[in-house]
């Protein structure tokens, strides 16, 4: 099994695997392209982001600057939306859904380590995938940890450090983040 395959299955995995290091640089240029482009050149920021990302909607828009560490492992979904400073740490699968609000500096981020020291300072690294279910609106600066599922429906406040799952339909906020109040969606 290579690196890339024990890295997208949530296996321990090296880093600094050769094909994983292409894998990142040719992301890099595709991202710098991305971030020069005008914002005012749609056509040609989707056709860099259809280059990069697993999948997208036909109508997106994430706004510049933007990063990710692979891309292939993103699925962005139709009207899904994204301000900017926008990160993403795609070593594992990562889904946004239809109609998903991300706001400012927004960080989603798959790449975790070994607790104990002496694992982790040998450069080994996991990953666990984030789904952030259909029409949910996360506030700005917060960060969704790895393997998280955010469900349908539900905001997250600004700020707020994302640790385990959240069901649909809520409000949920706080570091760590729970849920505050169930939101009426009927």
Same mark, same amino acid.
């Given at each position: 099994m290579t690196e890339k395959e024990k890295m997208i299955q949530g296996l321990f995995y090296d880093p600094s695997d050769?094909?994983?290091?292409?894998?990142?640089?040719?992301?890099?240029?595709?991202i710098r392209r991305l971030n020069e482009i005008p914002d005012d050149k749609e056509r040609q920021r989707k056709h860099v982001f259809r280059e990069l990302f697993r999948e997208t909607g036909k109508r997106f828009l994430i706004e510049s600057p933007f990063i990710c560490d692979?891309?292939?492992?993103?699925?962005?979904g139709e009207n899904a939306y994204a301000n900017f400073g926008c990160v993403i740490l795609d070593s594992a699968p990562v889904r946004i859904g239809k109609n998903v609000m991300l706001a400012p500096s927004v960080q989603i981020l798959t790449a975790?380590?070994?607790?104990?020291?002496?694992?982790?300072?040998?450069?080994?690294?996991?990953?666990?995938?984030?789904? +952030?279910?259909?029409? =949910?609106? $996360? *506030?700005?600066?917060?960060? +969704?940890?790895?393997? =998280?599922? $955010? *469900?349908?429906?539900s905001v997250i406040g600004s700020g707020s450090v994302v640790t385990k799952d959240i069901p649909e339909n809520v409000l949920a906020v706080g570091n760590p983040c729970r849920v505050i109040k169930k939101i009426d969606n009927s």
């Open positions: 050769k094909e994983l290091d292409q894998d990142r640089k040719k992301a890099r240029g595709l692979y891309g292939y492992n993103i699925s962005w975790t380590h070994p607790l104990e020291a002496k694992a982790r300072n040998s450069g080994i690294e996991l990953a666990k995938p984030i789904t +952030i279910c259909d029409n =949910v609106w $996360i *506030g700005g600066g917060a960060i +969704i940890n790895p393997g =998280v599922t $955010i *469900g349908k429906n």
